[in-house]
């Protein structure tokens, strides 16, 4: 093997995934080459701190995915300790404490010697962006898309929110989407109610029991898995279209109407 070559292979993302409040999910990101790490939105501080000191990784970066404090709350505090850099979303960097870099889609991160690619996924805020490290093959996605569903829309429309999922969607099949919630099983108890003729979903509605019962994660999920299972980003499939009655409408309305279905569900 060539140094060069075994460079390449030595430098990757190590990724620590901790369980943060109830339900959220906090992930710490490791490049060792570059001795930096991330942690990518600042839930539960105390998690984090116990993250640190568990991996041993000291604290440069924080990448805010949006503004909701369960994302940014514990901004200010860590800075504080760590004086780490924050970069955020341009279109919220007035609600993310202590940013330093803003940016929005079709920016690029640089994180030691690995690099993330920004996209703008707004709907549940205006402004959320997710971070793509292409080489990877891993998106942190904050609240926009969630194994098997996706955020609620607080801030932004329907189209918007598509939109935003479709970028999410184009992703190598392979990419494994690291969302910053346990949601999965609530979100498959509705989706078989707008899916149910989808085999491969029911097939992983019952997994996810078992993995829940046993008290395992289910996130990261992959594109490929979304892809094929979740409503949200199927609402130009014949089955979801034909469970809402929409056969042949506008991708944008019967993703409309199942996100609205879901906030009834
Ligand atoms: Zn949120
Ligand atoms: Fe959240």
Redesign the pocket.
């Given at each position: 093997m060539t140094p060069t070559k075994e460079r390449a292979a030595m430098s990757r993302l190590e990724i620590y995934q901790f369980e943060a409040f109830d339900d959220?999910y906090g992930f710490l990101i490791h490049d060792a080459e570059a001795d930096v790490t991330a942690a990518i939105d600042t839930p539960d501080t105390p998690k984090i701190l116990a993250a640190l000191d568990k991996t041993g990784w000291r604290l440069s970066h924080i990448l805010n995915t949006h503004h909701?404090f369960?994302?940014a709350g514990g901004n200010l505090e860590l800075k504080e300790k760590f004086n780490c850099e924050i970069i955020g979303p341009t279109g919220e960097a007035d609600r993310i404490p202590g940013i330093d870099i803003k940016v929005d889609e079709g920016d690029t991160v640089a994180f030691g010697t690995r690099s993330a690619k920004v996209f703008n996924v707004g709907g549940h805020t205006l402004g959320h962006i997710a971070y793509w490290f292409e080489d990877d093959g891993a998106a942190f996605v904050g609240?926009a898309l969630f194994a098997l569903g996706c955020g609620r829309l607080f801030e932004g429309t329907p189209a918007q929110m598509w939109g935003s999922l479709q970028k999410l969607r184009a992703l190598p099949p392979s990419t494994k989407i690291y969302c910053?919630?346990e949601y999965t099983q609530s979100n498959a108890k509705f989706a078989v109610t707008v899916d149910p003729e989808n085999d491969e979903l029911l097939a992983r509605a019952a997994e996810i029991d078992a993995l829940r019962a046993r008290g395992a994660r289910t996130v990261p999920t992959t594109i490929e898995m979304e892809k094929a299972t979740n409503p949200f980003l199927r609402p130009d499939e014949p089955s979801v279209q034909r469970a809402v009655h929409m056969v042949g409408a506008d991708p944008v309305d019967v993703f409309a109407e199942v996100r609205r279905r879901k906030d009834h569900f």
């Open positions: 959220n909701h369960d994302h609240d910053a919630h």
